[in-house]
Every structure is written in structure tokens, then in C-alpha cells.
């Protein structure tokens, strides 16, 4: 059973802090909704310019340069996966919640009129940016569905929303209820992550944790099942009720 | 994506600790795999002769009569949703967590060969064989798994776990992680439900709680679903992770 | 034993995000109170203008019109209660938190010098207005009770605050920890949901809710307590602990 | 409103793991429910005479001995508090969870039909014994709620149950959600205490106690409502919704 | 296993909310790192002029002298432990969460270069200062660590953070992760407290506190340790794993 | 500080549920103690003949076989990493809480009077020997500390408890509380794992794991600390508070 209209077309929209994020936790999911055909649509809030781009600071580069460059990484995953990606400059290192950026992702909202939302976990004592970007795309869905909110666009209906893995993940309260296959499109998903040459480190850090929630897959779906070795996964929380017409 | 091997056909397990609970908290699940052409087993730890027979106890039966009356209204009521049901009569208030009853429910296990599981939630401060049938369902489906694990038949693999809905939710900490849609199958259930004399006032406590998770199944989906008015459901709380191949 | 002092009156505040909430979760309460001739205010922070009137914007009506419709409908409701209603206009969807707001709520707790006080949960993924409202609430309160807070009147005691239920309650983190019998007054809140012409299909689902939780109620108070077979009930969660001198 | 039948009298039954828990643990509650002429009634599992007897087993006292002292001690506390006592005599270190001790206490209930229950934690990570007997004393009345339990006397209402508060509360999620006021008791409860000689460096501890209970429920019931300044306290955590004609 | 570079002292940073926090919550903290010869820093983000004065304000006082006697208290009491003290002069009640306030806490943070981080627990439905002081405490700790944000100074390392001990812990969801012995130091967080003549009644409150904690440590590290009768501690959680070489 | 009484040394007791789980849990523990000069004991309540020897029983091995093989691969293992290893032989899937059992344990304390203690968590819904091990080393530990208990040996003190990681963390409710540093032994654990032949997949997997855990070990640590790149880590959850005489 799905939760969109029979006249809707399926769309995924994923709501980042920072320029990388979507790439790291939630690449195989954007290249699996491209390959099936579906529109997939990244909001960038901020380029992560302040708090993720360290060796370019080091590197004595300026604000604007490094705000380029990490646009420019950020154009190439995205089409790497096969997805569009907006760029909001909100600012990072903090991130600010304002009305306005949350009623510019509520216009967001209101065109893309996604099936599915990503975001962050609501939790991230690591990196405040994190919730605060995921409390803005949770507070803009809400209006969004509102007849009454001046917003161009129909009102939206109720896409599930799942969080993607933080670093850490026990430190964020983060609990897998959802371990997705990415097996198919991980080379794509690694082909993204390559596209951000800063955060080489990162490679093969994504790699081991997609094998290991590939693991933890097998593990869940049933040893006999005859899922291949390499199978490789993401994990998500959700965070509203599954809607279905069968227990599965 | 499925969780069951292309040859092994579907199976729904009911594990229930008393002969009446399977029918207020999971008859629609039940009617819908048996609508879909699966095996559903149901099986009674007791027939709760004890515990939820106030009445036929007020009207100075003897136990063994209860049992007797209990066990003909399961049967019916499993007749009336499609499912088998076998009787472990393993005696209730309390039901009494043993290692030998644990192991008929491995033999169990291994002989219906579950692609689902549904039984009671871990908590329940109104009735503790709720949760003491939950945990024997837990143990022996992991028991099962084990090809060391003597006992005939082949080692289970991974079935989701469903818990169906207690009577006084938020005190069992029971949250709907899944909305299930039993609209199609809801006469059924309310035909089974009718098979329970004594417990009158439940079948129409049931109805308006079908309509409910109805009513909730609606939000969640989004108001452009275009879900009929009177949309029942079923709310269930899942255990381990969902494996899928895709979001949604 | 009161956790007021003998000399001052029992005095009901009620916080409510829109001007349809404290009909539906906490009309038998306000009900009440008015009957044992108790002073109950309701501050509605808002109209509910966007969020919560679907059907005047689908009519075509404009914001003032709206506007203007909801606080007719909320002043009868609370009429038939027996309360008076205070409008702050606020705005909602979103409501938003600012320090001026909070202070004017430290007025009308200065003012109205509560012994109980009703308002939303902290959580509620459906509606961010809810929680922003209880937020708000619970720091006025606090507030009014330092001496040196600059605002008119004595400086507020410390009244217990019960979170009344919200729609989705497992959803919400709600638990009863209070259930209140509210059959003597349901006629009066069933006359005040009658007020809500726009929500009609609400009427029908909180007459439910109120058997439901009657049921609940004397399934709690004990069998033999010889409630009547229509007990109505309201939920509510306690935030501070209970004092008392006597457990019962 | 209470949750009693009008015709059945208040009565108070604490289960308590060792013979001196009730002591520190519901001293005030016991004298208090005594000095308004109900009938308390305290049951020992044990006579702590392995776990809580360290000094007499330093001094080279036998079992046999020890168990003599603490039943004396008990049974002079349960005096001073005004409560008669029973000892299960069932052995601690560990308090074996046995269906034969759970039956003992089904019958105690049927034959005190208690209107309030009093039980230790179901979490204390430094004692075993503690939960166990909780977990006992909540099966139990459970079991004596169901007229099929084949147990002399009536079936049991549903009497409120109260956790007492465990030595370091933080560790055994002990939240208080009742602070009672035994200020007029707590010369009483005082003097049960210096009925248990070896223990004596707990007699300022839960002076102590007693009065920080009391600052904060001072602070709970509000600065301006008169209460003197030295009120003593018990704080409670209570396991079923309270059920209320009126919310204070 | 230190987390600090060999090369740099260790320093101590504690963020207080109002002018007398950090005496009664964390003194002995505050005295154990002077003694071993460490900067201890206190900053107190207001004077606590409003919400904690009271009884100044019952005197008549005005806001300028009343700012200016707990100045002056604070100022004392850090002496007497042998930190620093800076004040930003907030305002309280409330204490408003500022992107400049947050500002300010980082330039304080790369100034102090803390090795280990104290302030307030993130829950307190009794004070919102409280948890606001927190927040920005923890923001600007991870603002600091960007070698993008732009303020003078190294970018922090990853100092631990323990919360202290709030008035009322079990509200707070506070849990004892740290037990610190503070018995070597006692006499001079008690001349602290006696700093602050307008809290007289806390004086005896938190040496109570103390001993109490003492035995609870005490307990937690075993009675055959030989730690002295009159051991006092005091209670912290943690917010980040502890990185260790031994566990211990 | 340590908790430790000066006379006494330093003492490691691993209490696991398998003959394998210590060493992909705990092996870099171990090896420290070891490293250290201490005394490191490894309990072994099963072989894991019947649950985690799938290979074997695939070979058609008879169980006294498999239970030899185990035996032998645990015992080069515990050598691998300089530890005693003890075989209580109790059975597995499902392990089996007996106060047999218990007492077993009990004795094993009073004869190793650990220092320190390492389990498994106490929740595991992949297999319930995890959790019923945890319970039982934690049970024992209290009864070892009764000088009441009848078995030789003195009164245990208080030796902190750590619980290791679970194969799939979040579903266990386990959330680091120490990362513990391991790099120096790293090699040692490597060496214990291939002791384990017929888990080979699990070599690399634990590799991965310790990385994994060694980055965020320098996360949390602080960049600026120097730790080399390839630094490796296990997590450790902490069931009692730490005590300590400085915060660190």
C-alpha cells in the first residue's frame, strides 16, 4: 500500500545541514529513488563553510572560495546519484532557526511535493546544526500541509519521514528501525563520496559502515534468504507510523 | 523487497496467551493473509479459564466446563478469520514460563516455518501472561533459528515481529510503529469477535478502536489519499529493523 | 490536603494553542471546575486562523473572516462550559515563541493566580503549535513566581500543571497519569463540541475518547467501585509531583 | 473520589523484601494510614537475615539467631508505626521468585483487601532481592483480581500501588510522582526506626532524607501555602493512573 | 589516559546560570582543581538578580543594588575555592539564548582552552535558566572546535562536560554517571556557601547533600576501600563517552 | 582513585556467555590487564555448542565434538590474550538461570575477587544467553558481596561492572559510556580472534568494528591530542557510577 495518491509521481526530498551530509548517510537511498525514475531533490542549508571544511581553512582559503568549492563538490555528488540540489546559504557554525528559512523550505516543500523526506536525526550532541536542520524540515512539513499557510502550491499530504545515520550514531539516540539495500547502487554511492576530495578520510570509513549495515541486513531479513556476501546498507529511523495493507 | 526465501511460501504465527486474545487485537491481520491465500496459525497458550472467564466463573461453571466453552469460541472465531489454531492449554493466571512449554513452541516454530510473527507486547502491568507469552514467542523463535537447537525440521529464519495492541496502550509503553489497513477485512473481524458471547461489550469497544487507528491510518497516509471515511486499523509495534528495498 | 493556601479561591487557567483545543481534550475539566463554582479561564493564544480551519479557507473566506468565525465558535464553547476566554492573537501555524508573548502569559498568571493549570504535551509531531504552547506555558509560570519578575500582582504559588491529551497520544509520549471521571458533566462538553460546527467529525471522536478512557477509568478505580456502566473520562498527564496526606 | 467501594474500610498492605525496608522506606505512610484508624498490615518476605545483618553475622551470630533478632526488631518498628505484621519467612540473598510464595501472597491480599498498596521498585541494581519482591507483589494482586484464581475470599478490587523509595533512587529510575506530608507522623516514624539498633547509622540518613523530601515538597505545593518549616517527606513513584473526581 | 596534550595545563571552565550555581552545585569541583594548581574559571551568565534575590527584592532593594550584592557574593565565594570569576550580565528570568550571548561563550572558550567543561543538566522544569545556561554552554563548546568560526584563539579540543547536580535531581533526569570524593575539600566549599548570607538555609541543605553523596560513593566503591566515615561528594552525569586506557 | 583497597591487586573477571564472546567483545580488555600484570579470569557458562557453532553442526559433528572444538579454540584464545579460562558448562540456547548457576558464579567471585567485571548487556533481542548471563554475573555480584552468603572466601566490594558490545548495538540499548583504547594490544586480540576458525567472517568484522571505534575514540578525545591515526577502540556501557577523586 502507498501513501501517495495514484496520480502523484514518487519524489524524495532530503533536507541536508551541510553540503556532504546527504552523501555520506543517505547516498544509496537518493540513487536508488533515481534509479527507479523518481525526482530526487537535496536542500542544502548551509555549505558547511565554517564547521566542515577545516583543511581548506587550514589551507588559508577565504570564506566566499570555500563556500565555491564546496558548492561545486556538492553539484557533483548530487549528479553523481542522479539528483537535483538546492542551495539555501543559510550559514553554518550555528545554523540559525529562523521563520524565514523555514518558510523558504515550506515553498520547498509545496513544489517539490515529495512522497518521502530525509533528514537528520533530532539528536546530535556533536554537531548542533544537525537537529537544527532536521527540527526546520520536520516544522515546514507541518505547515506545509496547511490550506491556511501563504504559500504558493497545494497544501502537502503526510510523506513518511526517515533520519539518516549520524557519526555517532548510540550518542544520538539514533536506533535503526529501518536497514535499507543499497547494494545495487553503492558504486554510485562511492563515486558521489569521491566527488568530496576534503573528506577523503571519509571514504572508506562509509564503505565499512554500508558493509556492516549490510550485515546487520542479512541478519535481519534471515540467513536463508540468500542475500549475496556483499550486501551492502543504510540505516534510517522513521519517524511517523508505517501506513500498509500487510504486516511484512 | 521481502524477508522470505522466492520458494517458502507466506505464514503468519500467532502466538496468543489466552483463547480471546487474538481475536480483539489482530483479527484483521488474520483476515487479510488468510484473504491473501497464507497459512495462519494461531496458537493458544491457554484458554484463559482463569483469568478472562469472570462470567462463566459468576455463573458457578466448572473448569473444566470453561475450558471447553473457551476453546469451542477460539475455534470459531479462528474459523470465522480463516486461521487454524492449536491449543497448548499450558494454564493461565498465571501462565507460567517454563522451559518445556518454550520448547513446544520451537516445535512450533519449526513446523509452521513463520514469515510473520505477531504476539503480545513485553510490558503489561493489568496481566502479566501478556507479556510472558511475548517472551516465550521471543525466546523460542530464537531457539528455533539455531541448527544446533534439538529439534525436528529446519532452522526458522529472521520473521519480523509484530506486537498487537494491549488493552490500556500507553501504560504497556506500546507505540504504533505500523497502521495497518483492515478495512477489506473488517466484517470478518467483527464476525469473529461475535463468536466471544461472553465478552459483549468488547465487540463494539473493538469496533470503535478499529476505527480509531482508522482515523489515525488516514492522517498518517495524508489527506489526499483519498482513503475511504471509514477506514479501519490495527496498530502494531515492530522489533527488530524493517529490511526493504526501498523507502517508503 | 490543597496545595493552596485556605484564604485564595480555586481558580482554573487553561493554556491552549488554538481556539479549538481546550473544547475537545478539556471541556469535562472546565466543566467541572465551573460546577464546584470555581473561577476558569481559557487563554487561546491564538485562533487556530491557519491551521486548524480547512474548511473556511476551502470556502474561499478570508483571514479576518476567519478569524473572526473561530473566536464566535471558542467564546460559545466556553460559555457552555462555564469559563471565560481570553484571545492573544497570536498567530498560529507557526505560533511563535517570543519573550513577549511569554511575558503577557506572565500577566494573566499573576492575574488569574491559578490552583491548577491545563495546557498541551511537550511533544506532538502533528503540531508544532501544541508544544510551543506548553513551552510557553510552563516558562510563564515559572516566571510569575519570582518576586522580581517586573510584572503587576503578587508573585504566583506553585500550581500543579496537567498536560490534557493530545490526538495521537502514543505519538506524543502520552501517558495517563491521571483519569478523570467527567460523567457528570459530559452533556455540557458534548453541548460545547456542538459550538465547533466546521469539526463535526470531531464530535463523534471525542465522545469515543470519553468512553474509552471511562472505561479505562473504572477498569483502574476496581470493578467492584460500582461506577456506572457510562463513565466518561479525560486523560491527563501530571508534570510535578502530587502533594498529598494520604496516598490513595 | 476515591477508588473504594463505600462499604469495604480502608486498609494498607506494604510488601516488603526484609524485615527493616518498611521501616525506612514507609514508616510515615504506615503511621499516618494507623493514625487515621485504618488497618495497616506490613508482610516480610524475609527477615533480611543473610543480606541485611551484616553486623550480627561480624559478631558470629547463627542463622537461626539472626533471624530471631530481626523478627523482634520488625516487630517492634511495625508496633510503633501502628501495623500489624506477617512474616512469609522465605529467605533472602536471593528472594527467590517461587509460584508457591506468589500464592502466599494472593492469599494475603484476598484476606486484607487492601485500598492501597505499598511495594519497593521494580529497578535497585545493588539489591536483587528488591525487585523480586516487587515483582511479586505486582503479580500477586493481579492473580486476586480474578474470581477463576482458586483462592479463599473475594476477588480484589484495584487498589492504587506505590513504590517506596529505594536507597539511591537515581539508579532505580525512581522519579517522585507523590511526595507525602509526614510531618505529624514523623515522631513515630523515628521511633520505629530506633527499633533497629544495628542499623543505627540509618537513622539520620533517613532523618535526613525526610527532610529534604520535605523542602521539596514544600517547594511543590507552593512557597505561599503556610507549610511549617520543617516538614518532613516520603516521596513515592505511583504505578497506575490516579483516578479523580477532581484534578488538584 | 588523559585527553588533554601533554603541553597544555589543565584548566577548568564551569558555566553557571545565575551568580550563586556553581557554589552550592559544584564547589567542591571548583576547590579539588585549585588545589592541584589548575585555572578554574567560573563564568555566570547573569547575576540571578531576578529569579534567585528574593529576599532582596522582599527588602526593598533595587535592581542595580541588588545585581551589585550578588556580584560581590559571587566574587567572594570564588575566592574562597580559588577560581576566577567573569560575569556577562544576561539578565535571568529569563535567561535569553542569544546567538551574541553564544558569541560570547565561545570567545570564553577559546580564551580558557578548558580541559574540562562543567554547567547545568539540560532538564529543569523548576527553572528554565537552568537548561538555557546548558545549551548555549554545549553550542558554544562545539562552535569553538571549528577552526571556521571567527573569533581569536585555537580551536578547542574536546573537553568532557559533566553536568552538576540540580536542586531537585530525579525531576531533572539527573543520574549520578560521577561520584566525586570531595572530603579533602569540604571545608572550603563550605566557606563559600557561607558567601552567600541571603541562602542561609541552603547552607545545611548542601552539606547534607554532600554526606549523602558520600555514602552513596562510598557504597559504589566498596565497603572494604577504608574511605573515612565522614566522606562528602558530589554528583555529576556525563554528556560524551569517557576516553580511557584502563577501564576503572 | 581507585576504588581498589591498597593491599589487594588488581583483578579482571570476564563473565561471558559463550566461549567465544569474550574475545570479539573484550579481547583488548584483556590483554591490557594482562599487559598490566594483572590477574585476568574469563567465565565461560557455555561452550555456545548449541547456538553459534553452525559450521560444525553443518559438518554433522556430534555435540561432545563441538563442545571439545570450543573448548580448545577458547582456551588458545584466552592464552592468545594472557587469561585463565574457567568452563562452567551450563548449557546453552537457552542458557539457563538456576540458582545453581548462581551460586556457581558467587563462588567465583569470592575466589577471584575482581577489581573490575566485564558482561554482556542486558538486553539482547538476538539472542537471550546475552542477557541471561549479564543477569546472573550481576545477581552473583551482589549475593558475592553479603558476608551472610554461605560460601567460602571474604565479602566482595563493589567492583565496577562494564558491560561490552553487542553485535548489533542499538538494538540493545547500548550506548558507549567509555571507549577504551586498545591500540597497543590490538595485535594480541587479532591473534585471540583466529583462534576462532570456524567464525572467520567475524576477524575482519571486529577489525572494522575496532577502527570504527578507535575514530571516534579521537573524536572524543580532542583532534589536537595527538592519538595516532590508526588508533583502535572498544565501547564499554558503565552500570554503576564512576568514583573518582578528580573529573577527567
Not at 151 to 179: I, K, N, S, W, Y
Amino acid at each position: 500500500m502507498s501513501t501517495r495518491p495514484p496520480e502523484s509521481p514518487a519524489s524524495l526530498l532530503v533536507v541536508s545541514a551541510h553540503a556532504g551530509d546527504f552523501v555520506w548517510r543517505a547516498g544509496g537511498a537518493i540513487a536508488l529513488a533515481a534509479e527507479r525514475g523518481e525526482r530526487a531533490t537535496v536542500v542544502c542549508l548551509s555549505y558547511g563553510e565554517r564547521g566542515e571544511s577545516a583543511r581548506a581553512w587550514r589551507e588559508g582559503r577565504r570564506l566566499d572560495e570555500i563556500k565555491e568549492i564546496r558548492r561545486a563538490e556538492a553539484e557533483n555528488a548530487a549528479k553523481a546519484l542522479g539528483a537535483e540540489v538546492v542551495f539555501l546559504d543559510a550559514g553554518d557554525y550555528p545554523l540559525r532557526e529562523t521563520p524565514e528559512l523555514v518558510d523558504r523550505l515550506v515553498r520547498v516543500y509545496r513544489d517539490v511535493a515529495p512522497s518521502v523526506v530525509l533528514t537528520h536525526t533530532l539528536a546530535d550532541p556533536y554537531n548542533g546544526d544537525h537537529p537544527a536542520a532536521a527540527r526546520m524540515a520536520l516544522q515546514a512539513r507541518v505547515l506545509a500541509q496547511a490550506i491556511g499557510y501563504d504559500a504558493p502550491g497545494d497544501p502537502l499530504g503526510a510523506p513518511p519521514v526517515f533520519c539518516f545515520e549520524p557519526h555517532q550514531p548510540e550518542m544520538c539516540e539514533f536506533r535503526p528501525d529501518v536497514l535499507l539495500d543499497i547494494t545495487s547502487t553503492f558504486e554510485r554511492k562511492r563515486a558521489a563520496m569521491e566527488c568530496l576530495p576534503a573528506q577523503q578520510h571519509m571514504w572508506d570509513y562509509y564503505t565499512d559502515l554500508a558493509r556492516r549495515r549490510g550485515v546487520q541486513l542479512k541478519r535481519n531479513a534471515g540467513p536463508n534468504l540468500g542475500l549475496p556476501h556483499a550486501t551492502m546498507g543504510e540505516a534510517y529511523t522513521r519517524l511517523y507510523p508505517q501506513v500498509t495493507g500487510a504486516l511484512a
